[in-house]
């Protein structure tokens, strides 16, 4: 079946540091979601990447859609505190009734 | 927007003990809803969906079931819980929008004991 891998699994920053979560599919993707879940919290939706190679910006976070449509990247500049959180990516599965959610890329940040 | 209720926030219960996690939306109609459950630390399971009264699909077999008897409510329940049921239950709703994102509610904790 279609999977969504994500990489790191976890990542630990310096306060005013950069820092990147790369998301892959197994099949292409029509489009690809982004969501953020703060600790204890739930998933808040980012924002939806729908053509090759979008590029799409809030503030510090940069999401790109890669050229086939198959990856994805969140950068985020110069990340604070307010940053902590794990981010997931979420792709349509094959029949496009629902999203297959990545594992997470668990962010901590070191004030 | 869209407000998703869920409840209750936390909840332990017994090995074998019965359990019913309710969810609604508010701020729109015939939404498609989802029912996920978060190991600690990991990611989103799909349990759920429904995209009508009555109409549930399940994702993954397990000892849980759904329902949803009215557009905009959906429960959660099992007839015996067992210790690998717990988890961070999230009711999601598809949003308004073409875009097609999900709204998540607060969650129900469950603990097994």
């Known amino acids: 079946g279609q999977q969504v891998m994500q990489i790191p699994q976890y990542q630990h920053v310096q306060e005013g540091e950069d820092f990147t979560t790369y998301c892959n599919s197994s099949t292409t993707l029509s489009n690809i979601q982004w969501y953020k879940q703060r600790p204890g919290g739930h998933p808040v939706f980012l924002i939806q990447?729908?053509?090759?190679?979008e590029v799409k910006k809030q503030k510090r976070l940069t999401f790109q859609f890669g050229e086939a449509k198959k990856n994805s990247s969140l950068h985020i500049t110069a990340t604070q505190t307010t940053d902590v959180g794990t981010y997931f990516c979420a792709g349509p599965d094959n029949y496009g009734q629902n999203f297959v959610f990545g594992p997470g890329t668990r962010l901590s940040v070191l004030p | 927007s869209q407000t998703i209720h869920q409840w209750p926030a936390t909840l332990v219960q017994p090995v074998g003990s019965p359990l019913s996690l309710e969810c609604t939306v508010e701020g729109t109609s015939n939404p498609n809803l989802y029912w996920y459950r978060q190991a600690a630390g990991r990611g989103l399971q799909l349990l759920f969906y429904s995209v009508g009264i009555g109409q549930i699909s399940s994702e993954v077999p397990q000892n849980l079931s759904a329902s949803r008897p009215q557009d905009r409510q959906f429960i959660l329940s099992s007839k015996k819980l067992l210790l690998s049921d717990s988890g961070f239950y999230l009711c999601a709703c598809q949003g308004l929008a073409t875009a097609g994102e999900q709204y998540f509610g607060p969650g129900t904790r469950l603990t097994v004991t």
């Open positions: 990447l729908v053509k090759s190679g």
